[in-house]
């Protein structure tokens, strides 16, 4: 497959790269800096720029079958305080520009990183998982995660959002649990690796489509 990626150069999107170009596939990856990618293959390619400029955009999702986004509104630290160094909206008006150029040019099918604790999801945190999640900077992220659903949703993409439980550096392969209105009962984190090789999974594999799985692994 020939496959765009947003946000390649991120935690969970060097995975993807990696993963990606092992499986044979045929990776275009949109990132600002290409440099940040070390020993990259001759099956990635890069398109410089950004996400939330649609010519970009374009370029890197022309001839693609698939679209793959693990974009994030980043902090300057991973402590729930931390300054937002990302604009509040760097998802959403990504996946914007993202829906529109795969209207251009024929694309159906995309796959994107979403949280666990948007949508519906959001009542089984319980109180302090909310506190948490709404209460502090994190929230941007996962306001504009839900931004990004509701996008989605009104497009007529066959669109997939994963809603990782806690995400976690682990490398151990394990299998991924996906998890529908919490049956089977998600656990509690998933590697970004694992998560990486299941937005591949999704993709090849036409799996979940125009769903929002809880993802964690076993």
């Known amino acids: 497959m020939r496959i765009a990626i947003l946000g390649g150069t991120g935690r969970t999107g060097q995975w993807i790269l990696k993963e990606?170009?092992?499986?044979g596939h045929e990776?275009?990856?949109?990132?600002?800096?290409p440099e940040k990618i070390p020993d990259a293959s001759p099956r990635l390619q890069f398109v410089k720029g950004s996400p939330t400029i649609i010519n970009d955009v374009r370029k890197a999702v022309k001839g693609a079958d698939a679209v793959l986004?693990?974009?994030?509104?980043?902090?300057?630290?991973?402590?729930?305080?931390?300054?937002?160094t990302s604009p509040k909206d760097l998802i959403s008006s990504s996946i914007k520009n993202a829906i529109d150029a795969m209207h251009e040019e024929h694309v159906k099918r995309i796959v994107v990183v979403s949280?666990?604790?948007?949508?519906?999801t959001k009542k089984n945190i319980?109180?302090?998982?909310?506190?948490?999640?709404?209460?502090?900077?994190?929230?941007?992220?996962?306001?504009?995660h839900e931004r990004q659903e509701q996008l989605l949703m009104a497009s007529d993409l066959d669109w997939t959002a994963l809603r990782p439980t806690?995400?976690?550096?682990?490398?151990?392969?394990?299998?991924v649990i996906a998890s529908i209105?919490?049956?089977?009962?998600?656990?509690?984190s998933i590697s970004r690796r694992n998560l990486a090789r299941f937005m591949l999974d999704c993709a090849e594999k036409v799996l979940h489509v125009r769903q929002a799985p809880t993802v964690s692994q076993k």
């Open 181 to 188: 209105d919490g049956v089977p009962k998600p656990k509690g």
């Open 69 to 84: 986004s693990a974009l994030n509104v980043n902090r300057s630290s991973d402590l729930p305080w931390a300054t937002v």
């Open 115 to 120: 949280a666990y604790g948007v949508g519906e």
């Open 126 to 144: 319980g109180s302090i998982g909310r506190l948490f999640l709404y209460g502090t900077n994190v929230k941007y992220a996962y306001l504009d």
């Open 166 to 175: 806690r995400l976690v550096s682990n490398e151990a392969l394990k299998q």
């Open 27 to 33: 990776l275009v990856a949109l990132v600002r800096s």
């Open 20 to 23: 990606g170009v092992e499986r």
